[in-house]
T-cell receptor, first 115, second 116 residues
């Protein structure tokens, strides 16, 4: 079984500042994928960034980057130059590296970006 | 490219009534998922389809929930009879396998169900 833990229910950050959201996971798989999804009030889950566990290099997408520590089973998300539009729920998720397998999500972190 | 379509967006019903949700995945996506997201929690898988076959329904409360995916395209999720604890957002997602490699799951906007 796979589990995901997000220990920060809520966080806030000033506009233009940097914030880091934490995520730890547990899996017995050797190969797996990790994701961060954003869920704004519209409820639609939007993929922010993904990381293949076999890759040592941390994934980066514009202002979003991850710190992937495989041995510690840690997968944190860093948002640089925070914008008001980043305000949303953020979910960390894991899935097996095997075709189309379902995502296992954490409970989420509510991020508020303050002007 | 059109996204995953879900309807209705909102539904309020009384307990013991029945309700159905509809999902139209992205064209060509063979895999379809239904997730239940209770307030304050992350989405939890209810059922996964590959084309029109069920891959995983281990977490579907089969005494009251049912789902089908006719012709491997659209899908409906039904609850009968509904309970108060079924109040949640029901998310549909689809993805397309490519040689066995994981691909992104695309989500619809969900249906918010309130059972009173």
């Amino acid at each position: 079984a796979q589990t995901v833990t997000q220990s920060q229910p809520e966080m806030s950050v000033q506009e233009a500042e940097t914030v880091t959201l934490s995520c730890t996971y547990d899996t017995s798989e050797n190969n797996y994928y990790l994701f961060w999804y954003k869920q704004p009030p519209s409820r639609q889950m939007i993929l922010v960034i993904r990381q293949e566990a076999y890759k040592q290099q941390n994934a980066t997408e514009n202002r979003f980057s991850v710190n992937f520590q495989k041995a510690a089973k840690s997968f944190s998300l860093k948002i640089s130059d925070s914008q008001l539009g980043d305000t949303a729920m953020y979910f960390c998720a894991v899935t097996r590296y095997s075709g189309n397998t379902p995502l296992v999500f954490g409970k989420g972190t509510r991020l508020s970006v303050i002007a | 490219e059109a996204g995953v379509a879900q309807s209705p967006r909102y539904k309020i019903i009384e307990k013991r009534q029945s309700v159905a949700f509809w999902c139209n995945p992205i064209s060509g996506h063979a895999t379809l998922y239904w997730y239940q997201q209770i307030l304050g929690q992350g989405p939890k898988l209810l059922i996964q389809f590959q084309n029109n076959g069920v891959v995983d329904d281990s977490q579907l409360p089969k005494d009251r929930f049912s789902a089908e995916r006719l012709k491997g395209v659209d899908s409906t999720l039904k609850i009968q009879p509904a309970k108060l604890e079924d109040s949640a957002v029901y998310l549909c997602a689809s993805s397309n396998s490519a040689g066995g490699y994981i691909t992104e799951a695309f989500f619809g906007q969900g249906t918010r169900l309130t059972v009173v």
